[in-house]
């Protein structure tokens, strides 16, 4: 097929899909669940029922963490040879990263394939009663028929919101259960406490299925307990890692909190390699290294978009700076924490592997680009944006003073609104260079916070000679306008200067950036 006809039938796809994006917010509490059940219509007119039932699915939810836990998992089966299917939310750049077989985005025409003819035969059968499905669950079940046709042994399912009313819930029968970190997030739809929210979680646990989870607060630990002992569920609670049990290897996926999603993976990829794969893994408190295939597979996990590290592919830097990007989807008060920690770790050097090859396909590596050296000038920037259901008064405090107790301080913050539309599903050729009328009332407010927090800290110091906003932060009608600043300001350095640039708060900023920066 010709290239053009492919990229024509891919945009075609992605307006279809586009046309399933609900107006409605997320967080309208007018249908509890949403009509759940639904999904059950949908899996019958797509003729999935049966394989539902004998996919071998592991199930993962959480507020933190879930998706680096499937990535780990995905890896560690497919070092085992086993062929593996990976779906996983948001994508950061094409539609096509939230399916993965064998390690790899599926590709084009494979994904027009399923994708039309679970689209037609839905558009076919639905009705008034039973409506075409959401975005979300028209991806869901596109895993289902992806899985389901390409005959994976293993298919690693990754939660979208909450666990109880989420469409990867059809699973009836899943090998094994995870829940990551629970923290505060989404609460317009999953509750105020910690509680509402295990309880949500704990929607995914089923009759007599193993499930592990990581240490969580009292609050939500209950309710996970109480959910389990209700479905005779044995929950088992995993401690993190140690770098002797990975034999001097490096974690795939960079930052100290993946010890803990990596043990967990451990734990979902060993009990289904021995229920389904019919291999025993010696049980890792019998061990102190874990066994080869394990640390490959967690050596070579691969996930966009955390704790990533990309210098600009597009800048000459020979006579002038430096520009190095530092991308992490951190988006609650908790993983903003975790960000910054990171990223104050990665700035000072004290963490090659932030770097190693194996980090993401297309990161960067070698160590040139991670720390300064003695003689650089080097200058920490942010880039920042969250959703306006997130509370900025907790995400940028927590972000501001872990920095700065490890010693990082940013010299400038700057807000941007995201591109990737929340209506439409799109590629990078759609995204505007600059749109005079954007709402930027949200990005105010973001700078507002953020000044508040500069002012309150200098206040005790002697230096406040000018209330001169423009030096500590700046708002942008566009990224590529932002971008454009970034790249000039290194145009204006001297050779001597690199700026490392950390881009948090939302997953689609992180996507919009990779898609300027790369090539």
Not at 399 to 412: D, I, S
Request: glycine share 8%.
């Amino acid at each position: 097929m010709a290239a053009s006809v492919t990229g024509d039938l891919y945009e075609e796809a992605l307006a279809a899909l586009s046309s399933l994006i609900t107006k409605r917010s997320r967080a309208d509490k007018s249908n509890k669940g949403d009509r759940f059940e639904l999904v059950f219509d949908y899996l019958k007119i797509l003729d999935l029922e049966e394989d539902m039932l004998k996919m071998k699915v592991i199930h993962v939810a959480g507020t933190k963490g879930k998706g680096s836990t499937c990535a780990f998992t995905e890896s560690i089966l497919r070092s085992y040879g086993f062929r593996t299917g990976l779906f996983t939310s948001p994508h950061l750049i094409d539609v096509r990263e939230r399916f993965r077989l064998d390690g790899k985005d599926i590709s084009e025409e494979k994904f027009l394939c399923y994708f039309w003819w679970c689209y037609n035969r839905l558009k076919e059968r639905t009705n008034e009663e039973i409506p075409m499905p959401t975005y979300f669950r028209f991806l869901a079940l596109l895993a289902f028929k992806i899985f389901a046709a390409e005959e994976v042994d293993a298919a690693i399912l990754e939660v979208g919101l909450g666990g109880k009313f989420d469409a990867t819930n059809a699973v009836q029968k899943p090998v094994v259960c995870g829940i990551s970190s629970l923290g505060y997030d989404h609460m317009e739809i999953l509750g105020d406490t910690l509680g509402k929210i295990a309880g949500e979680k704990a929607g995914i646990f089923k009759l007599g299925v193993p499930a592990f989870t990581v240490p969580q607060p009292d609050e939500a630990m209950r309710v996970l307990e109480e959910k389990a002992s209700e479905l005779n569920v044995n929950l088992e609670v995993v401690q993190p890692l140690t770098a002797r049990q990975l034999s001097g290897q490096k974690l795939g996926l960079d930052g100290d909190h993946q010890y803990l999603n990596a043990r967990l993976a451990v734990s979902l990829a060993s009990t289904w390699l021995h229920q389904i794969g019919k291999l025993e893994v010696p049980s890792l408190t019998q061990m102190s290294i874990l066994p080869e295939n394990i640390i490959k597979g967690l050596a070579t996990a691969s996930l966009q978009g955390r704790a990533q590290v990309v210098p600009d592919q597009f800048i000459e830097t020979r006579t002038s700076g430096d520009l190095v990007f530092y991308l992490d989807g951190a988006h609650s008060p908790e993983s903003m924490e975790v960000c910054a920690k990171w990223f104050s770790l990665a700035v000072k050097g004290g963490n090659q592997s932030a770097l190693s090859e194996h980090l993401v396909n297309g990161g960067s590596s070698g160590s040139s680009h991670d720390k300064c050296s003695g003689e650089e000038n080097c200058q920490q920037i942010l880039l920042f944006n969250c959703m306006s259901v997130r509370d900025p008064n907790l995400l940028l405090p927590h972000l501001r003073n872990t920095c700065a107790n490890n010693g990082v301080r940013f010299k400038k913050a700057l807000f941007v609104p995201n591109m990737s539309v929340y209506h439409k599903v799109g590629t990078a050729a759609d995204l505007s260079e600059n749109d005079p009328h954007v709402d930027l009332s949200w990005q105010l407010t973001l700078q507002k916070v953020w000044e508040g927090l500069v002012h309150s800290e200098r206040e005790g110091e002697e230096d406040i000679e000018n209330n001169d906003k423009s030096r500590n932060s700046e708002v942008f009608t566009s990224l590529p306008m932002a971008i454009k600043w970034l790249r000039d300001s290194v145009h204006e350095s001297s050779s001597a200067t690199r700026f490392q640039v950390l881009v948090t708060g939302s997953l689609h900023l992180v996507g919009d950036v990779l898609r300027l920066i790369r090539k």
